[in-house]
């Protein structure tokens, strides 16, 4: 096959990991390989598959890091063990926003503190988010986020700091920022 399957182990069943990946794939390796993505393994074979020592990579931590490496190195055909002491996002991952920012933080910071890394970290963060959504664009979407205003020097304040932002993101940026009135918004 023109890839081997990612072996997952957890406290819990690996059976989410697994259809997600088979969903993911399904299409792409229909083209490749007619057969079906292996069912997901029992337990005890997956201990012994471990105890083998069969794999070239292992990945320990099943977060959205752990699980985004394991799924790169399968990709790329190699054998892939991947290690929870939990459950699949169980930690840190099931309770993150899964947005990806470009660090418009970091340039508040950068221009109230005089902080030059703190800018460096707006390229930084806006260079790894356009490598992500360049590299793994069937992970990440594009999502809209409105920051409310409820006083008046509020508006001109987040203007000008979204509209800098975009003049620093320049063609890393999703889109570029746009003032919604309430009366817009709530139609």
Partial sequence: ASHRAILGLSMASVSSLAAWKSRNWQQTEAKKDPKPPPAPR????????LRRGNLDVLVVGG??????????AAARGLSVGLVEREDFAS???SRSTKLIHG???Y???AVFQLDYGQLKLVFEALHERLALMNNAPHLTNPVPIMTPCYKWWEIPY???GLKAYDLVAGGEGVTQSRFVSAKENRR
Avoid: I, P
């Fill in 91 to 93: 930690g840190t991952s």
């Fill in 42 to 49: 029992r337990r005890q074979e997956q201990l012994e598959k």
């Fill in 103 to 105: 660090g418009v933080r």
């Fill in 107 to 109: 340039l508040e910071k």
């Fill in 158 to 160: 987040y203007w000008a």
């Fill in 63 to 72: 977060g959205a890091t752990g699980c985004g490496v394991a799924l790169d």
